[in-house]
């Protein structure tokens, strides 16, 4: 299987930044995309942004201009640079992807355990 390890989650000001970091391990697998949900309390999960291994790139219209996600195919880790950060992005963020295992043919999803970002004063 794929164990994801993320890193980067805070605290901070509105307008403030951070920078989410996920790392993919395993092997026998080749990543299809990566990206990064995120989840408020009580509210239900949402994409924020993907990125597939030929570079394209989505995000939910709300992140659109203060969020960048990028990644390193060879070191198989996606970053999510969060700039103007502002409170109604507090949530609990997610490290998400899908990858093709070699062996089997098959596409599976794997989740990171969370990492949670606050904005607040």
């Known amino acids: 299987q794929v164990q994801l390890v993320e890193s980067g989650g805070g605290l901070v000001q509105p307008g403030g930044s951070l920078r989410l970091s996920c790392a993919a391990s395993g092997n026998g697998f080749s990543i299809n995309t990566m990206g990064w949900y995120r989840q408020a309390s009580g509210k239900q999960r949402e994409l924020v942004a993907t990125t597939t291994s030929g570079g394209i790139t989505n995000y939910v219209n709300s992140v659109k201009g203060r969020f960048t996600i990028s990644r390193d195919n060879a070191k198989n880790t996606v970053v999510l640079q969060m700039n103007s950060l502002k409170p109604e992005d507090t949530a609990v963020y997610y490290c998400?992807?899908?990858?093709?295992?070699?062996?089997?043919?098959?596409?599976?999803?794997?989740w990171g355990q969370g990492t949670q970002v606050t904005v607040s004063s």
């Open positions: 998400w992807t899908n990858v093709r295992h070699t062996d089997w043919d098959n596409a599976y999803d794997y």
